[in-house]
C-alpha cells in the first residue's frame, strides 16, 4: 500500500508543477501552436491565381463571365463560368477577350473573383 500511496503523491506533484508552471508563465503562450482561421484578406493573399480570358461583363449584375484554367484552391476544372465581382472596379478594368489573372474565393457560398488584373 506504501507503494500506491507513494505513486500517487508523486503523480499529484507532477502534476501540480505543471500547473504551476503554466500559471506564472511571464508571457501567457501555451507550448503549442493553435490553428489560425485565414482571413477572406489572407486568402486572397495566399490563394493562387488562376489564368483567364473575359467572356462577358455584366455591370447590372456585378458578374464577370470567365473561361478559366484550373482554380487549385477551389479543386475546379477549366470551364467558362459566372463569377461575382468582390470589388465592382473590376467590370470597369477589362472587356471581352481580355486575357486575365484572377484570384477567386468562396465568400458566403458564391464563387468571387477578389483579385484581378489584365495580362498583356
Given at each position: 500500500?506504501?507503494?500506491?500511496?507513494?505513486?500517487?503523491?508523486?503523480?499529484?506533484?507532477?502534476t501540480g508543477?505543471?500547473?504551476?508552471?503554466?500559471a506564472t508563465?511571464?508571457?501567457?503562450?501555451?507550448?503549442?501552436?493553435?490553428?489560425?482561421?485565414?482571413?477572406?484578406?489572407?486568402?486572397?493573399?495566399?490563394?493562387?491565381?488562376?489564368?483567364?480570358?473575359?467572356?462577358?461583363?455584366?455591370?447590372?449584375?456585378?458578374?464577370?463571365?470567365?473561361?478559366?484554367?484550373?482554380?487549385?484552391?477551389?479543386g475546379m476544372?477549366?470551364?467558362?463560368?459566372?463569377?461575382?465581382?468582390?470589388?465592382?472596379?473590376?467590370?470597369?478594368?477589362?472587356?471581352?477577350?481580355?486575357?486575365?489573372?484572377?484570384?477567386?474565393?468562396?465568400?458566403?457560398?458564391?464563387?468571387?473573383?477578389?483579385?484581378?488584373?489584365?495580362?498583356?
Amino acid at each position: 500500500m506504501n507503494t500506491r500511496l507513494t505513486g500517487i503523491l508523486v503523480l499529484a506533484l507532477a502534476t501540480g508543477t505543471a500547473v504551476a508552471g503554466q500559471a506564472t508563465d511571464p508571457t501567457a503562450q501555451h507550448a503549442h501552436d493553435h490553428a489560425t482561421v485565414p482571413t477572406a484578406a489572407s486568402a486572397a493573399v495566399t490563394a493562387p491565381q488562376t489564368e483567364g480570358e473575359i467572356r462577358k461583363v455584366d455591370v447590372a449584375a456585378q458578374k464577370l463571365t470567365v473561361k478559366h484554367g484550373r482554380i487549385e484552391n477551389l479543386g475546379m476544372s477549366p470551364m467558362t463560368m459566372v463569377f461575382r465581382v468582390k470589388d465592382p472596379a473590376f467590370l470597369t478594368q477589362v472587356k471581352p477577350g481580355d486575357q486575365v489573372k484572377m484570384t477567386v474565393e468562396r465568400i458566403e457560398g458564391a464563387l468571387t473573383i477578389v483579385a484581378l488584373q489584365r495580362v498583356p
